[in-house]
């Protein structure tokens, strides 16, 4: 390559390195976010900068398989020394492993990247540890945030009451019909994001609690799948999962409508589902104390869960999960279990968190309206 060549070539290295480009795009799994970085920088764009948390700045350069990580570093108003000194130690270990720090957005979550090495340690966060680390930092931060919008949406409701109050004691009507339909958006809009908010903490407190290859294995279609279905009664749930079963789909969890399995053959599985009501029938059969609590308004006492759990592992059944404290679903090789419970209450209706905790406070919210609507209306008259 002669002198002119390789002035051509330099000033065309230079064009590349200054060249950039946006691109706006909303991302609410981290590892996914991840995979997507990755992705940019195998066509030769990389992170530069990012934005209000979705506008991404890359800058073009020599394509390259890159690994992209995160972590977060917030203080709080009171930070211990332990909590300041965090940051700058978190750091210099990331340089010695070969990473370096990208950008961070807004609030506060860093971005880190190194090239990619084949048999290295390919994980800024490689140790079950770490991770669970990470992942609880993001749930606090997710948290308090949704914890704000229920906050603000009081302050906003306060401040109508006050205002309906004053109308009463100085007998003057200025009322703001303005004011009344901005606190009712106001106060949906907040309540709706704080619970987007508090179930994307939980969601991404999962998500990066999980290796890369673990999550990867979670979302493949062909290893997971979920079904929404509702049922009504024990027998329907076990004939439901029983048919799953014979496709090789094992259940992982479930909510009152969504069922998520996995794909595994473990021979003949058949499942049975308790509750409290039924744990406590099996209490009274045997002259033991039902388990009852005043105190526990939400259902978040697990003492009848410990002793479901005794019963069950006794009759052979191995523990699949639970549905808000109300029911434990169980499985067991058909052949080799006993039955938990009398058959007669299979066709008995699944009452399984018809109303939760969060249905709860919604009723709590509604009867207190109520009142003060009530009180309002009896001293304006």
Partial sequence: MNEDDMRKEEINQRKIGREKKRKIKIMVSYQKERGWLEEMALQGWFLENISLGIVYTFVKGEPKRMLYDIDRFSLPKKPTLEEIRHKEMFLEMAQE???????????????????????????????????????????????????????????????NIFEKLAQIWTREDF?????????????????????????????????LSMSRQEWEDSVNPDNHKTVRKLIWTNRGLNKFLRSQEEQGWLLTSVTPTKYSFEKNSEGNQIYTMDSKSLTNRRRKSANQGKFEDGKDWTGINNDWEIASVHDAEEKGWNFVCALENRAIIYRGEAGEVQPLNDAKYDNSLRWISLIGEYGFYLLCCGILGGIVGIIVSFLSN
């Fill in 97 to 159: 492993l070969g990473w370096r720090e990208v950008t961070h957005g807004e609030d506060m979550t860093y971005y880190f990247a190194r090239e990619y090495e084949e048999g290295g340690v390919n994980e800024l966060h490689n140790d079950p540890e770490s991770r669970r680390f990470l992942a609880a930092k993001f749930r606090r931060f997710l948290s308090n945030y949704a914890k704000q919008q229920v906050f603000w949406a009081a302050v906003i409701v306060l401040v």
């Fill in 175 to 207: 009322s703001l019909a303005w004011f009344d339909w901005f606190t009712l958006i106001y106060v949906i809009i907040c309540n709706f994001f704080a619970v987007y908010l508090w179930k994307l903490g939980i969601r991404t407190e999962k998500e």
